[in-house]
């Protein structure tokens, strides 16, 4: 819609003003008119385009005359015997009710080189008096990318608004999570300064357009401002090309800070002709329960009244930046690095873990005892996402709450150029083991009931709140999932295990078909039939754990006649069903896009409340790199010399193409409660998919 | 879209399971089918339904067999010479890849009184096992008012969603913010029971109705239950009728507390037969940045599984609810009471709104000067506006942040039985004179670029962000006025304004025609016309302020020759016209929708700032009651005895059918730098227009 501005003109008198092209100004001619005046004429520059019309706009408009000297009919509520005897060289119309409206196509080359005169008449169109008008046009474009293909294009008529899909149109702003720095490794945005031009590549550009005379009419002046919320969201930058340091400045002196929420509104200074100026607006804050991300930044055009008074705006230019979620990515992307930390006690896995990373193409980065102090967790103390923009994008890895011995992993090892931080923590401590990202996970691109999810859906455990007490993954993490939107959470049951996490019964492998991938879940059921199988065969004296150092190997039979393992394991399942049923529902899935594989839990003894660990290792709990997949060597019961189980895992998930690795983790991480997926991490390539086409 | 839940069955077992009317079971005979079976059949009761059909239910659906003992083609990818050849009493499938879905269209009367048993087969066809699965239906609805008509219906399919419009669904919230008490004034929400059986009125029914035999099977219970986040929002009471109170009830024994934030669950008793059990929600917190309104309550049937194990859930309903937003009521609603403050010198005023009032047959309320302490600016200190849901309304004060001599008159003196109350309390000590509430309003409904906004638009003023250290409404009411959605905000500029209300240079009144109202700014420049007008007829000596005590007298020369008057007013028309400008573009409205009132204003002297006020009382600072205007009395010059802005006043506005009485608020008001509308306060009953209907 255009920008309208009501001009005030007097009789005897010449007004100056300037004139922002793309606006109209619109003058009330009864208002300047002299007394006992009844019509006016119009004069203008040729470059000074004007219309009259009815007051209420809504309801008639009086078409410009046909010719100069043919006076136009007044509007019907004026009888018509006043209608004017005397022919005039210009065109004249009735004062009453009348709207003058002004516009200019291109910028002035000198101050007040445009001119538009009004003259007033009596009844018997008798020249009373004349107003002036001496007009200034400039053209002002705060400009951003909007249409979104990486290039700031010239006053998009989509810029001040966001809108999704790819139809839609909105720029797209970063947070600056990464470090340009090695050294005091902190997220770029906790500095408010510059210190490396390259950071300006995280930022989005925004260019100021003007042209007009050489300067602005005295006393006018152009200023960008930002409201307070959005002062604690985003900075700008203004960037001088050639500008020196001085003794106070601090970054560097090209980029000096321009807004902030220290400085919410700065003078822009006007450079006369056709001039761009360079500005860099850095994302201050993720999108979270109380920020959806949107951000304005308005450019206003001041005109001075007198030394006493302040100078009042005469136009505004406002742009749109919306704030990029941070993303998630599944098992079915490629894997570009994979983590795993070195023990005391785990070089039977990391050695095996070394040749799987090593066939699949990857790169294995091993995380020191050291600097791991200990902690071999490295899938719970963190999750790998990114963000993305038309003009940037890098990897973020969002710390959980978790703090054991990899605390400082995150930042310290990961946080860096190109690399970016994001973490939220808990107001009270009210972290739990459902806090480890072990708890965390995301599905597949899927399609639910005709709604697409091209981002898949994240996965999380929660206690299902049958009663109080149950641990949740804290509200904090909840709600920042939640607020990036793109990736809508689904809320499963996990309580019911000892530690808790999603992973323990769960998992995405690609797979051939329309969907793309199989969801797998433990499954006792499948266990006990497996087992049983075993048992009508005549291998219930096959034995579990052979060849576990430290652990008493059991025959099929006594897991056949453990009453207690039974109950467990129909609760285990109880609870796994009804995920599953959620899964089904929530990602659009049939029983076909399942595969059921068999796992035993068992209670652990220990906890006040009875909750299931892992009876042998937990095969769903893996590592998928592309087609090959690290699994926890189950050490089930042989039949003629080969596991039962991986027998089982190899003719369930070879059919799809898949190649199946067993990666001893027995004694380094079963036994502490986790396997090979808790014990390494996946930094994925990122979808091809645009997370602003979606449609919202 | 249907609740559909895993059943396990194993050969040789029997099954008891309770199954709740609506959802779906289904199992899958492959899983617990006997080694070498190929083939099964299923038999039930009369009431009980089943399907057979591909796991894969996306693709190909097995429709019911035809004719009972006719065997069913098995799906494509099993070979076709493994035909069945063996005729049965009932169909027969393949178990490969199918699966059996069970429904059942009423609840049972006794436990397990339903069967239905599945038989296998080999490849030959020779019967190998059977599993039997005993049902037991239970009807199980969490009902709610969704449909929006004052009464909650059964199991509306859309009660666990929420949609705006006429053609919307979901049930609406109040925060119960009234107090039933006449004595500890304090909102009801801040008590943890329910101390009158009327505050149920204010609270939201929902009725859980069950169907089905005398008890659950052993061990089964259901509970309600909510988020933590909602249990910040929201409580749920229960009836209990006929209960009595014992040593430990606090509030009415027939309705104690059911959930809150300290019990997220609560056990919910089941009673037999056709039963309704009657909730009572209670909405405890408003809309605001971070609230969107929307909460959850769910009720889940739990399964028993073992003593030792939790139970687990097995089917959950759920029901949303949306809390109502605060609306205000603009000028053109009509009034009901009026509100105004005695002190000890404004008697002629209070004498003359008596009148008024009386007039215009309305109530009015006097604030002893002992209530108000000395503050009369009752427009400042609050606003009036209301919530409104399906089966309860009532007005709720808006108490401001200014908190000067009334600043306990909405908590005690309004605060009461269906009158409701809220406040917002800024974080720091950042509230000025823009936080008052004249600074606050609202348009009668408009429709803008075909956007309809039957509730009208917010109208407040901020500073204009040209320059630091500008005065704006705080944030957090800003925050929580744009958090209400339905009456959208427009933000004006009037940090220019000493005093920098929006009520100082503008006003709406009703007005026939298509609109329904005008739009009334304050105008120097028609002041100046027309005062310009008198001087051209010979009345330059007559006098402004004359007759009023302790002001000196001003000619219409010495006003027009005063250079330093004439800059401030071009400053104070520019920031008029600003605000013009953006009225006309969020309101839709054209130059015939509003009127210039001629108001003049002039600098204040002490400010650090030149700011403007008032020079001769501000007119447009008026109470409308209906077509009754209440305006200051502006002591203009008088032409032939009659005031001539009175005059121009009754010319614009008796045309629109309005009634204009001048009240004298010279010294006790307009000395004070405030008006009628400063001073006085207006109640008025509430649009038809019910706000769930709007399209958002």
Same mark, same amino acid.
């Given at each position: 819609?255009?920008?309208?501005?009501?001009?005030?003109?007097?009789?005897?008198?010449?007004?100056?003003?300037?004139?922002?092209?793309?606006?109209?100004?619109?003058?009330?001619? /009864?208002?300047?008119? +002299?007394?006992?005046?009844?019509?006016?004429?119009?004069?203008?520059?040729?470059?000074?385009?004007?219309?009259?019309?009815?007051?209420?706009?809504?309801?008639?408009?009086?078409?410009?005359?046909?010719?100069?000297?043919?006076?136009?009919?007044?509007?019907?509520?004026?009888?018509?015997?006043?209608? +004017?005897?005397?022919?005039?060289?210009?065109?004249?119309?009735?004062?009453?009710?009348?709207?003058?409206?002004?516009? #200019?196509?291109?910028?002035?080359?000198?101050?007040?080189?445009?001119?538009?005169?009004?003259?007033?008449?009596?009844?018997?169109?008798?020249?009373?008096?004349?107003?002036?008008?001496?007009?200034?046009?400039?053209?002002?474009?705060?400009?951003?990318?909007?249409?979104?293909?990486?290039?700031?294009?010239?006053?998009?008529?989509?810029?001040? %608004?966001?809108?999704?899909?790819?139809?839609?149109?909105?720029?797209?702003?970063?947070?600056?999570?990464?470090?340009?720095?090695?050294?005091?490794?902190?997220?770029?945005?906790?500095?408010?300064?510059?210190?490396?031009?390259?950071?300006?590549?995280?930022?989005?550009?925004?260019?100021?357009?003007?042209?007009?005379?050489?300067?602005?009419?005295?006393?006018?002046?152009?200023?960008?401002?930002?409201?307070?919320?959005?002062?604690?969201?985003?900075?700008?930058?203004?960037? =001088?090309?050639?500008?020196?340091? &001085?003794?106070?400045?601090?970054?560097?002196?090209?980029?000096?800070?321009?807004?902030?929420?220290?400085?919410?509104?700065?003078?822009?200074?006007?450079?006369?002709?056709?001039?761009?100026?360079?500005?860099?607006?850095?994302?201050?804050?993720?999108?979270?329960?109380?920020?959806?991300?949107?951000?304005?930044?308005?450019?206003?055009?001041?005109?001075?009244?007198? =030394?006493?008074?302040?100078?009042?705006?005469?136009?505004? &230019?406002?742009?749109?930046?919306?704030?990029?979620?941070?993303?998630?990515?599944?098992?079915?992307?490629?894997?570009?690095?994979?983590?795993?930390? /070195?023990?005391?006690?785990?070089?039977?896995?990391?050695?095996?873990?070394?040749?799987?990373?090593?066939?699949?193409?990857?790169?294995?980065?091993?995380?020191?005892?050291?600097?791991?102090?200990?902690?071999?967790?490295?899938?719970?103390? #963190?999750?790998?996402?990114?963000?993305?923009?038309?003009?940037?994008?890098?990897?973020?890895?969002?710390?959980?709450?978790?703090?054991?011995?990899?605390?400082?992993?995150?930042?310290?090892?990961?946080?860096?150029?190109?690399?970016?931080?994001?973490?939220?923590?808990?107001?009270?401590?009210?972290?739990?083991?459902?806090?480890?990202?072990?708890?965390?996970?995301?599905?597949?691109?899927?399609?639910?009931?005709?709604?697409?999810?091209?981002?898949?859906?994240?996965?999380?455990?929660?206690?299902?709140?049958?009663?109080?007490?149950?641990?949740?993954?804290?509200?904090?993490?909840?709600?920042?999932?939640?607020?990036?939107?793109?990736?809508?959470?689904?809320?499963?049951?996990?309580?019911?295990?000892?530690?808790?996490?999603?992973?323990?019964?769960?998992?995405?492998?690609?797979?051939?078909?329309?969907?793309?991938?199989?969801?797998?879940?433990? %499954?006792?059921?499948?266990?006990?039939?497996?087992?049983?199988?075993?048992?009508?065969?005549?291998?219930?004296?096959?034995?579990?754990?052979?060849?576990?150092?430290?652990?008493?190997?059991?025959?099929?039979?006594?897991?056949?006649?453990?009453?207690?393992?039974?109950?467990?394991?129909?609760?285990?399942?109880?609870?796994?069903?009804?995920?599953?049923?959620?899964?089904?529902?929530?990602?659009?899935?049939? &029983?076909? &896009?399942?595969?059921?594989?068999?796992?035993?839990?068992?209670?652990?003894?220990?906890?006040?409340?009875?909750?299931?660990?892992?009876?042998?290792?937990?095969?769903?709990?893996?590592?998928?790199?592309? =087609?090959?997949?690290?699994?926890?060597?189950?050490?089930?019961?042989?039949?003629?010399?080969?596991?039962?189980?991986?027998?089982?895992?190899?003719?369930?998930?070879?059919?799809?193409?898949?190649?199946?690795?067993?990666?001893?983790?027995?004694?380094?991480?079963?036994?502490?409660?986790?396997?090979?997926?808790?014990?390494?991490?996946?930094?994925?390539?990122?979808?091809?998919?645009?997370?602003?086409?979606?449609?919202?």
């Amino acid at each position: 819609m255009i920008q309208s501005r009501t001009l005030r003109v007097d009789y005897g008198m010449t007004t100056s003003v300037v004139y922002v092209v793309g606006t109209e100004l619109n003058v009330n001619p /009864s208002r300047g008119a +002299p007394p006992s005046s009844k019509f006016f004429s119009v004069k203008a520059s040729p470059n000074v385009n004007f219309t009259v019309h009815s007051v209420d706009s809504e309801i008639d408009m009086i078409p410009p005359p046909p010719l100069p000297g043919i006076c136009t009919p007044p509007p019907s509520r004026i009888p018509l015997r006043r209608l +004017p005897r005397i022919i005039h060289l210009h065109p004249i119309y009735v004062i009453e009710n009348s709207v003058l409206s002004i516009t #200019m196509s291109s910028a002035s080359e000198e101050e007040n080189d445009s001119k538009l005169s009004i003259s007033y008449y009596d009844e018997n169109q008798v020249k009373l008096e004349e107003a002036v008008v001496h007009l200034t046009a400039v053209e002002i474009s705060l400009d951003v990318d909007a249409d979104r293909d990486g290039v700031v294009e010239k006053n998009n008529p989509n810029k001040g %608004s966001w809108k999704w899909g790819p139809n839609g149109h909105g720029a797209i702003l970063l947070v600056n999570c990464d470090c340009e720095r090695t050294y005091w490794k902190r997220p770029d945005l906790e500095q408010r300064l510059i210190s490396e031009a390259s950071d300006i590549e995280d930022m989005s550009l925004m260019v100021l357009r003007t042209r007009g005379p050489a300067k602005l009419p005295e006393g006018y002046k152009l200023t960008m401002h930002i409201s307070q919320g959005d002062g604690e969201t985003i900075r700008v930058y203004r960037f =001088k090309k050639g500008a020196k340091p &001085d003794h106070d400045t601090e970054g560097l002196a090209e980029y000096p800070l321009f807004l902030d929420s220290a400085a919410l509104s700065s003078e822009v200074p006007y450079s006369g002709g056709a001039a761009e100026m360079k500005f860099y607006v850095e994302g201050l804050k993720f999108l979270d329960k109380d920020f959806d991300g949107l951000i304005t930044i308005n450019l206003s055009l001041l005109k001075p009244i007198s =030394k006493d008074v302040p100078e009042t705006p005469i136009f505004t &230019d406002k742009v749109v930046f919306k704030v990029a979620p941070w993303i998630m990515t599944p098992n079915i992307l490629q894997p570009e690095e994979v983590f795993v930390c /070195s023990t005391s006690d785990n070089s039977t896995f990391l050695e095996q873990m070394k040749n799987f990373v090593q066939k699949s193409g990857c790169h294995l980065r091993i995380c020191s005892n050291y600097v791991s102090r200990g902690d071999r967790w490295i899938q719970d103390e #963190m999750e790998f996402g990114y963000i993305d923009s038309p003009h940037q994008q890098f990897p973020v890895v969002l710390d959980s709450p978790r703090n054991r011995g990899l605390v400082d992993f995150p930042l310290h090892e990961l946080l860096g150029p190109d690399f970016g931080y994001v973490t939220r923590v808990p107001g009270r401590k009210d972290v739990s083991s459902l806090d480890s990202f072990g708890n965390l996970d995301v599905s597949p691109p899927v399609t639910v009931n005709g709604k697409n999810y091209p981002l898949g859906r994240i996965v999380l455990g929660v206690a299902f709140p049958t009663a109080t007490g149950g641990r949740s993954m804290t509200k904090v993490v909840q709600d920042f999932l939640r607020a990036q939107k793109v990736q809508e959470p689904i809320a499963l049951f996990t309580d019911w295990l000892l530690v808790g996490h999603v992973d323990e019964f769960m998992t995405f492998v690609p797979a051939p078909g329309r969907k793309g991938f199989r969801l797998l879940l433990a %499954s006792p059921d499948a266990a006990y039939k497996l087992f049983k199988g075993l048992q009508k065969d005549g291998h219930g004296q096959a034995k579990l754990f052979e060849g576990v150092e430290g652990e008493k190997p059991v025959t099929v039979d006594e897991v056949l006649s453990n009453d207690s393992l039974l109950t467990q394991n129909k609760y285990a399942q109880s609870c796994i069903d009804w995920n599953r049923d959620v899964l089904k529902r929530e990602l659009g899935l049939v &029983d076909e &896009d399942i595969i059921d594989v068999p796992i035993l839990f068992r209670p652990w003894e220990d906890a006040a409340k009875p909750r299931a660990v892992a009876y042998y290792p937990d095969m769903v709990n893996m590592i998928v790199l592309g =087609k090959n997949l690290g699994i926890p060597k189950p050490f089930g019961p042989k039949v003629n010399g080969r596991c039962a189980l991986e027998a089982e895992m190899c003719s369930l998930l070879e059919g799809l193409g898949l190649s199946c690795t067993f990666i001893d983790d027995f004694t380094s991480y079963h036994q502490g409660q986790g396997e090979v997926h808790c014990g390494s991490n996946v930094r994925r390539q990122w979808f091809a998919f645009k997370w602003w086409n979606l449609e919202m």
